[in-house]
């Protein structure tokens, strides 16, 4: 019965039809309007009983996001000027229970049209937050309610989703990014602390990399540098330690909010027991000593304090530590100044945390190649995606239902995290090596190298692939998924 049908039949003293809100706010007022005078016909009270009842009871917003000037000092006398959520950046922490209706009202109080992406969620694709894909920009002064069942459960994120291009005030290089907690139905714990921690790069600027150091080719365009970093508000040294006890499980969930940069972060003296990525459990832990987060991905990883002390939690690159990229970790009852040791060599690879099981195999391959057209000194790289640039890529055509593998061969010299929206997907093979079993939104394809991923096409509507990259996906980096 279609949805408009089941709205006369409510009116007419059925019970209403659970679908019915969906269905009628995905209408549109004025579809709905004309439906309604169709249906209204022999209807006791008319055209106004229908309305009434296809409504349904008014419902406020489970969060209100206003969009609009931030700013904070991060450091004595550093000062970072934004457009954040709420005035501060990051945005405040949303968390929802898996298969709760959650609306979310979005205020613009910038001076810019905006849009917000629900990083990780499987959502309508007017709900999701990409122009690219239907979702509508909301323009100065207006509210925007996004509507959607939050799932799956994990460590999601929400952020800006505009285009900035040589902009480096919009967008990722804002502070339009915060925290998305999707709770678990069911979730045993198994920790004694949460704590939230999102990188983030500021005070950008383009560079010419020749010009910084020996080596980039001479034809290479500009690329993005920073003057300053924090884990979530702060540099490094500055404001609040992470405050923990000995004998604690601390579940750290990381967020690499940055528009352009790859971290790599230690905790000294300390492991961390990777549980999760993207917000999704890994088939195989691995204990580690750093961790690395390509821009969008999420870790979550479980720490024994065991190791009383004042430590420095942060990035292994000492400069991007003396810009702020880390947080003092304090001991109750700990004295002295702050502690950082050189960790051991990184171990970071994502086989390590899948099965080393072929995949299910797909029911079809798409090839899908990665090329840059240097843009030369003071101009700017172009991106593309079997030869086009965005608007021009083509688009992959997928039928409901079908699995499909993607095969990313990167032809360039840069690593690229890859992204699809709306979708997870699984990991089949990474340069050469066969795996299964480990479900991601984001993978960091290495340089001349190819990885391959496998999705069910189970999520109808247009859906975004970029690179997560702000500057790669504003210059060309993107292609759309569309089922038949």
Request: with cysteine; glycine share 10%.
């Amino acid at each position: 019965m279609p949805p408009f049908a089941s709205c006369f039949r409510s009116a007419a003293g059925a019970q209403p039809d659970p679908l019915r809100r969906a269905a009628l706010e995905a209408a549109g007022a004025t579809l709905l309007a004309g439906s309604v005078r169709l249906l209204s016909a022999g209807v006791p009270g008319g055209l106004g009983a229908v309305l009434a009842a296809c409504a349904g009871p008014s419902r406020a917003p489970d969060f209100r996001l206003r969009i609009g000037a931030a700013s904070g000092e991060i450091a004595p006398g550093r000062e970072i000027r934004t457009t954040g959520f709420d005035g501060r950046f990051p945005g405040p922490v949303l968390r929802v229970r898996e298969g709760e209706e959650v609306r979310i009202a979005v205020t613009n109080a910038s001076a810019q049209p905006d849009l917000v992406h629900w990083h990780g969620l499987a959502i309508p694709s007017r709900m999701d937050g990409a122009m690219e894909e239907g979702s509508p920009m909301i323009m100065p002064g207006e509210t925007f309610t996004y509507a959607f069942t939050a799932r799956p459960a994990g460590t999601r994120w929400y952020h800006s989703h505009a285009m900035a291009g040589r902009d480096l005030t919009r967008a990722l290089y804002s502070g339009l990014y915060g925290m998305l907690i999707v709770e678990p139905k069911s979730d045993p714990g198994r920790y004694d602390r949460e704590v939230l921690l999102a990188v983030h790069h500021w005070e950008p600027s383009f560079v010419s990399m020749q010009d910084l150091r020996r080596g980039p080719p001479p034809d290479n365009g500009l690329e993005v540098a920073y003057r300053s970093a924090t884990l979530n508000d702060r540099a490094l040294g500055h404001g609040d330690p992470v405050r923990v006890r000995a004998g604690e499980r601390v579940l750290f969930r990381f967020l690499n909010a940055s528009a352009t940069d790859d971290v790599m972060l230690a905790l000294p003296r300390h492991r961390f027991e990777v549980v999760a990525l993207d917000g999704n459990p890994v088939p195989v832990r691995r204990v580690l000593d750093t961790l690395m987060l390509a821009p969008g991905e999420r870790i979550d990883a479980l720490v024994e304090m065991n190791m009383p002390g004042k430590w420095i939690l942060g990035s292994v690159k000492a400069d991007e530590r003396a810009i702020g990229l880390g947080v003092v970790v304090e001991y109750a009852g700990a004295a002295g100044s702050p502690r950082w040791e050189e960790p051991a060599a990184p171990e970071w690879d994502y086989p390590g945390f899948a099965l080393r099981t072929a995949a299910t195999a797909p029911e079809e391959r798409i090839e899908l190649r990665i090329e840059k057209i240097p843009g030369g000194r003071g101009g700017f790289n172009r991106w593309t995606v079997n030869g086009k640039s965005w608007p021009d890529t083509e688009r992959i055509r997928v039928k409901a239902g079908r699995r499909y593998r993607l095969a990313f061969r990167n032809d360039s010299g840069d690593m690229h995290p890859m992204h699809l929206h709306r979708h997870s997907f699984e990991l089949a093979r990474f340069a050469g090596q066969a795996t299964s079993g480990l479900v991601k939104d984001v993978v960091n394809v290495p340089r001349r190298q190819t990885v391959e991923v496998d999705f069910t096409a189970d999520n109808p509507g247009p859906s975004l692939l970029h690179c997560h990259m702000q500057e790669h996906q504003d210059f060309g980096f993107m292609s759309l998924i569309e089922y038949a």
